[in-house]
């Protein structure tokens, strides 16, 4: 959500925020247009899947008939779910930059309370380059990537010549020059449009296995809890990491680590009553 059109402000991306109804308008239909440029290019299937925070934003009812959705949190599969061998490209709708970068629009990497850093194979990685890695085993390329400039400068420095559809300029994490949603949404159902109409130049990006992930976490009691499952192991004080050898293992594990970590942040606020001493 943080990558969508209009969208600049944790009010907009938070459930309960202000502008968060406001917002999950916007992301329905920046979802419409790639969806609308995809079919323009011929594309015969669209499936979405909703993968931010709850992963029950979008607005089912204001899709495009046709679309099918994937709802809900429980996902092995995380921002993947639903994704096999069998589909011909994949659009990253409503990206965002990775945890650190200096301006991109509420920039961060899985979760912004918990993960400090990602690391794939000892080198910093956003859910751009987890959730490619995770298509290019299946064969499958990234086509398009929509959302600020910083998200689109990410994609290229990482999958090449992909297709990116910029719908505002990042100024700094919390401050953004937007274009009328209206001409974002045409921003990306062009650029979706043109993706799969040169599909044939776009390769998947792909991540040799065995590989490893490490994660830095914001408490040493998550890295804590976390290293007791086996295959993962302490490598810092708030840091862990583990190997894998299949990306469907690799991110149904690091999406375990993941709500076992919420939990451990949400267990120990309600013990101690204050959340800046974990």
């Known amino acids: 959500m943080e990558g969508i059109s209009g969208v600049v402000d944790r009010e907009d991306t938070t459930i309960g925020g202000r502008g968060y109804e406001r917002a999950?308008?916007?992301?329905?239909?920046?979802?419409?247009?790639?969806?609308?440029?995809?079919?323009?290019?011929?594309?015969?299937?669209v499936l979405v899947n909703d993968a931010h925070a709850n992963m029950r934003n979008l607005i089912v009812e204001d899709l495009d008939a046709g679309v099918?959705?994937?709802?809900?949190?429980?996902?092995?599969?995380c921002m993947m779910e639903g994704l096999d061998e069998s589909f011909a490209a994949v659009f990253f709708v409503g990206y965002h930059s990775r945890a650190g970068n200096p301006f991109g629009i509420l920039n961060h990497t899985m979760w912004s309370g918990g993960?400090?850093?990602?690391?794939?194979?000892?080198?910093?990685?956003?859910?751009?380059?987890?959730?490619?890695?995770?298509?290019?085993?299946?064969?499958?390329?990234?086509?398009?990537?929509?959302?600020?400039q910083t998200a689109a400068d990410e994609a290229k420095e990482l999958l090449g010549d992909v297709e990116c559809a910029v719908v505002k300029e990042a100024l700094g994490r919390y401050t953004a020059k937007l274009l009328h949603p209206s001409a974002g949404h045409e921003r990306v159902r062009l650029a979706a449009r043109l993706a799969l109409e040169r599909l044939t130049d776009l390769k998947p990006y792909v991540v040799e296995t065995p590989a490893t992930i490490g994660i830095e976490f914001t408490s040493s009691a998550m890295a804590d809890?976390?290293?007791?499952?086996?295959?993962?192991?302490?490598?810092?004080?708030?840091?862990?990491?583990?190997?894998?050898?299949?990306?469907r293992q690799g991110m149904g594990l690091m999406v375990a680590l993941l709500w076992?970590?919420?939990?451990?942040?949400?267990?120990?606020?309600?013990?101690?009553?204050?959340s800046k001493h974990r």
């Open 115 to 148: 993960f400090q850093n990602l690391l794939l194979n000892g080198e910093p990685a956003g859910e751009i380059a987890v959730n490619a890695a995770y298509a290019g085993q299946m064969g499958v390329p990234v086509a398009l990537v929509t959302g600020d």
């Open 24 to 45: 999950r308008r916007l992301m329905t239909a920046d979802v419409n247009a790639a969806a609308a440029g995809a079919l323009e290019a011929g594309a015969t299937h």
């Open 225 to 247: 809890v976390c290293s007791w499952i086996p295959t993962v192991e302490t490598i810092g004080p708030r840091s862990v990491s583990f190997e894998f050898n299949d990306w």
């Open 68 to 77: 099918e959705v994937i709802q809900g949190a429980l996902k092995r599969g």
């Open 260 to 274: 076992l970590a919420i939990h451990v942040a949400t267990d120990m606020e309600s013990v101690s009553g204050d």
